[in-house]
């Protein structure tokens, strides 16, 4: 199996971990912050819609077929306020989150021959590979997950307020 087949094959199952991550959760749990400068749950699943759609996806299409256009600027950081994430409905966020990744699963899987050693210049972080977004892609989802459960298990701290020494080992 190639590493962009494994890559696609990990996006697509981590469509499946966020679902049973995020579906079904109180709402005084997806709109709990363990700090106030920090991301609730809601933030966070509309950070990964709008991240799906107009930064992996496009960017990854963009370096595959337009790979010397200059990138189209985006914000994920600003869009948290400019985007009033804390106003939108959580399930209806989640949902559209998900379909987008299944939009992109279903893109990336007819792409054939692709360039995925074309190069682009990021702003940022100079010269990059179709391959490397790839990567990135799907390290953005673990990372992502790690900070959901990390979330909800410092909302079971405070909320149970229980010693958890057991689960946690030394």
């Not at 697509?12 to 109180?26: A, G, I, M, T, W």
């Not at 600003?78 to 699963?105: C, D, P």
Request: negative net charge; glycine residues 2%.
């Amino acid at each position: 199996m190639s590493t962009y087949q494994f890559i696609i094959d990990e996006l697509s199952r981590n469509q499946q971990v966020f679902k049973e991550l995020l579906r079904d959760v109180p709402k005084e749990v997806y709109l709990w912050k363990n700090r106030p400068n920090r991301w609730c749950l809601l933030e966070i699943v509309c950070h990964l819609y709008d991240e799906e759609r107009e930064d992996f996806r496009a960017r990854t299409k963009h370096i595959l077929e337009t790979p010397d256009n200059e990138f189209i600027p985006i914000d994920p950081e600003g869009w948290v306020a400019q985007r009033e994430y804390i106003t939108k409905e959580y399930s209806n966020m989640l949902s559209k989150f998900l379909h987008e990744r299944s939009i992109s699963i279903n893109w990336l899987k007819t792409l054939q021959d692709p360039k995925w050693n074309n190069v682009t210049i990021h702003p940022e972080f100079g010269e990059m590979t179709a391959q490397q977004f790839m990567a990135n892609w799907l390290a953005h989802d673990y990372l992502h997950i790690r900070q959901i459960t990390n979330l909800k298990l410092d909302y079971l701290k405070k909320r149970s307020q229980e010693n958890f020494q057991y689960a946690e080992g030394d």
